[in-house]
């Protein structure tokens, strides 16, 4: 794992082309000098406000001066000349937004740096070993533990380096949307949309759940019933409006949060070092293993690498600190999976039946007593309540992200008095809530189904950049040709496929019905946009895409 993720970092300067022009910096522009078509031009006061901060170009000074109340807007009916030669895009600087220098959210605040990018993406993707106790219960401690050391190889390597790849070729907050649309066009880009999205609220449905797991053996009437369906609500609704009132995991708050989450399991190993027994850990029943389980548990506790992709616009320097924040934050998520899981099945007669979500405040309780399960408990709190936060957080600003790309009504993208998306957290709380009365496992089985399509489109993508644009500068770049960029996706693919084949039917019939939606809601928003009956508008801030058409975006 750590010498496939450093020599494919030790290739980012060689493989990199990087350019820079004036006081534009970092990364480069895949869009290149596209020629602009005519605007019209509308200015809410909720935008006004946004970037009240932000340093205006010459040209937003032109338009301010024409009427500060103007809103411009690229209707998706105005024509854009798009190059045919994709080589320009091998030349031009990544400004990030338009022609300006600044993004159009971007404030005086410092860019994030590696150790906060670390803890960032360590809560997209763990957030600490709350949840993998299944593992053991599905399948044993020697499979458990083989498969945390195994399964990073097959599955996060390769989504790590894909993202820092195509996260450094397009440092905007759009992230894999931008990806998949600038691949395969605003069709696919808008079902990658949909589905990740939808994964996300489906994750994020899990966070109240393991939230009361880990407290029901200390408060038991939380176990079940209309108590535990009313706390899930209630936690539901009080990080909603966290969320709303902009507090998000960031910087070093996320440093902060992620060192006292860990800090009891560390504890905890040195208490259980004396207790250990090395031949628990070679405990293995092949006949009796939930293969549904244990694969679901460790896809959904190794994946969502590609969610820091968001935040792309967000970090300094992404050419070197992106690379270097995933290598080094799937070493940290690693560890904070292994190691538990070695101590606890290593210091206590292990009882498969007994480990399921929730054991290890159980397992801190055996081996320190109260004091040490609270502790655990208390963690376990401060890591959900963070990883819900940011995932709500993410999956708000993809529905406005997506809404000032044209990809969805203009009314998603409208901000509250805080700045955040207003639409996208009431959508996102709403299908949390919808969604709460389904169990862990199907939870789990529901989104890992959703996001396995979105990293189809995501492999397509990459593979297909690489043979169809193989000059588009990419200041990170996976050592090898197009040979080696389909077989780091094999492994992935493969597994990808066995995750499908051994779901459910219940959540085949929930995640297919999904997908089918999100296929007729596009035709749905085409049709709406064509018929004027709801305003559709581009940032013109926004960069064009390679390959993006003067046809609407909506198509």
């Known amino acids: 794992m750590t010498s496939a993720a450093a020599a494919a970092a030790a290739d980012s300067d060689s493989g990199a082309r990087h350019v820079t022009s004036g006081s534009v910096s970092e990364a480069t522009d895949p869009a290149g ?26 040209a937003d000074q032109t338009d301010e001066n024409a009427g500060e109340n103007e809103k411009k807007l690229r209707h998706t009916s105005s024509s854009r000349e798009t190059p045919n030669n994709m080589e320009e895009y091998a030349h031009a600087s990544y400004v990030g937004i338009g022609e300006s220098t600044r993004s159009p959210h971007s404030h005086n605040a410092a860019k994030v740096t590696v150790l906060p990018l670390i803890f960032l993406i360590f809560y997209e993707v763990s957030g600490g070993p709350f949840g993998v106790e299944d593992t053991v219960g599905a399948a044993g401690p020697l499979l458990a533990l083989i498969g945390f050391l195994v399964f990073p190889f097959i599955w996060s390597v390769p989504e790590a380096l894909i993202t820092a790849e195509l996260g450094t070729m397009f440092p905007e907050d759009g992230g894999y949307v931008v990806w998949v649309s600038s691949a395969l066009g605003p069709f696919w880009g808008f079902q990658q949309g949909w589905m990740k999205w939808l994964s996300g609220v489906i994750d994020n449905a899990l966070y109240p759940v393991l939230f009361l797991d880990y407290l029901k053996s200390g408060i ?5 019933g209309y108590p535990r369906t009313l706390a899930v609500w209630g936690l539901t609704a009080v990080l909603t409006f966290m969320n709303y009132r902009g507090l998000t995991i960031v910087g070093w708050v996320a440093v902060l949060m992620g060192s006292i989450s860990l800090l009891p399991f560390v504890v905890m190993m040195f208490i259980s070092i004396p207790k250990l027994k090395p031949e628990r850990w070679l405990l293995i029943d092949i006949d009796n293993v939930n293969w549904s389980l244990y694969l679901n548990t460790l896809f959904w506790n190794l994946n969502y690498w590609d969610s820091i992709s968001t935040l792309g616009g967000e970090i300094r320097n992404p050419k070197k600190n992106l690379p270097r924040a995933l290598f080094f934050a799937l070493i940290l998520v690693v560890c904070s999976y292994f190691f538990p899981i070695l101590c606890g099945t290593g210091a206590i007669a292990v009882d498969r039946d007994v480990w399921t979500d929730g054991y290890f405040s159980d397992v801190a309780k055996i081996l320190g007593g109260a004091w040490l399960s609270w502790w655990v408990q208390g963690s376990a709190a401060m890591s959900n309540m963070g990883m ?17 790309r044209g990809l969805l009504p203009e009314f998603f993208a409208k901000r509250s008095r805080y700045g955040t998306p207003l639409i996208g957290i009431l959508f996102s709380a709403s299908g949390v809530i919808l ?29 297909r950049l690489r043979i169809k644009h193989p000059n588009l500068a990419r ?47 596009h035709p749905c928003l085409k049709f709406v946009e064509k018929k004027k009956w709801v305003k559709f508008s581009i940032r013109e801030d926004l960069p064009d895409l390679p390959g993006e058409s003067s046809e609407s975006l909506i198509r």
Not at 37 to 57: I, N, V
Not at 220 to 224: H, K, W
Not at 388 to 404: I, K, P, Y
């Open 33 to 58: 000098p596209a020629a602009q078509g005519t605007t019209t031009s509308t200015k809410s006061e909720s935008e006004a406000t946004d970037l009240s901060t932000a340093q205006p170009s010459s």
């Open 220 to 224: 038991p009437v939380l176990a079940s």
């Open 388 to 404: 819900f936060v940011a995932e709500m957080s993410g999956d708000s600003f993809q529905l406005l992200g997506m809404a000032e």
């Open 435 to 463: 969604l709460s009365w389904l169990s862990f496992q199907e939870i789990v089985a529901a989104e890992n189904f959703l996001y396995c399509f979105g990293m189809f489109l995501e492999f397509i993508s990459f593979i």
């Open 475 to 521: 200041p990170y770049k996976i050592p090898g040709g197009t040979v080696v960029a389909v077989m780091i996706c094999i492994p992935p693919t493969v597994l990808i496929c066995i995750v499908l084949a051994l779901s459910s039917l219940k959540v085949f019939v929930v995640s297919t019905v999904a997908i089918i939606v999100g296929l007729i809601i």
